[in-house]
T-cell receptor, first 108, second 115 residues
């Protein structure tokens, strides 16, 4: 059974810092991995999708990497802004096994 | 805005009652997935519907059931509500049976409280 873990559970950084969020999964036989953003009480917004054959995807200030052999993905956020404050979740495959998320706070 | 709409946004029920939640998928999408998200947790997969047929199910009891209609909108029905069913229920739509490389587009959810 696939288990997805996200560390840290919460992170607080000053505005402008670069930061890395981590996602690990136990079964490396995955089709894809997605990173999502969730604002309080809201639905999820897909940020990046990495197919199993890819190593990374980039969108603006976001870069996600995937290392299937080690069961890890990272989400790199450059030059963080207060508007980036949200919970970030990773999910594996199409039944979408989610981690519990990392709650990010970016202080002005 | 994702184009996925859910109704109602909030709902209060009592233990033992039944509830129906609704989801309209994004235009052109034929697949709807439902998730339960407890406070402080990641979403848990309930089931997926593709072209009106159930196309995968998570670890939820049979009192959680669903439907998908010819216009690809969907319902989630929960019978005999329990206190632990209190959660945010999310639906997500996608194309082509949620095959490996499709992004999911989520609605804003229905917050269900069971008293």
């Amino acid at each position: 059974k696939q288990e997805v873990t996200q560390i840290p559970a919460a992170l607080s950084v000053p505005e402008g810092e670069n930061l890395v969020l981590n996602c690990s999964f136990t079964d490396s036989a995955i089709y894809n991995l997605q990173w999502f953003r969730q604002d309080p009480g809201k639905g999820l917004t897909s940020l990046l999708l990495i197919q199993s054959s890819q190593r990374e995807q980039t969108s603006g200030r976001l870069n996600a990497s995937l290392d299937k052999s080690s069961g890890r993905s990272t989400l790199y956020i450059a030059a963080s802004q207060p508007g980036d404050s949200a919970t970030y979740l990773c999910a594996v495959d199409n039944d979408m096994r989610f981690g519990a998320g990392t709650r990010l706070t970016v202080k002005p | 805005e994702t184009g996925v709409t859910q109704s109602p946004t909030h709902l209060i029920k009592t233990r033992g009652q039944q509830v129906t939640l609704r989801c309209s998928s994004q235009s052109g999408h034929n697949t709807v997935s439902w998730y339960q998200q407890a406070l402080g947790q990641g979403p848990q997969f309930i089931f997926q519907y593709y072209r009106e047929e159930e196309n995968g199910r998570g670890n939820f009891p049979p009192r959680f059931s669903g439907l998908q209609f010819p216009n690809y909108s969907s319902e989630l029905n929960v019978n005999a509500l329990e206190l632990d069913d209190s959660a945010l229920y999310l639906c997500a739509s996608s194309l082509a049976g949620g095959t490996a490389n499709e992004k999911l587009f989520f609605g804003s959810g229905t917050q269900l409280s069971v008293l």
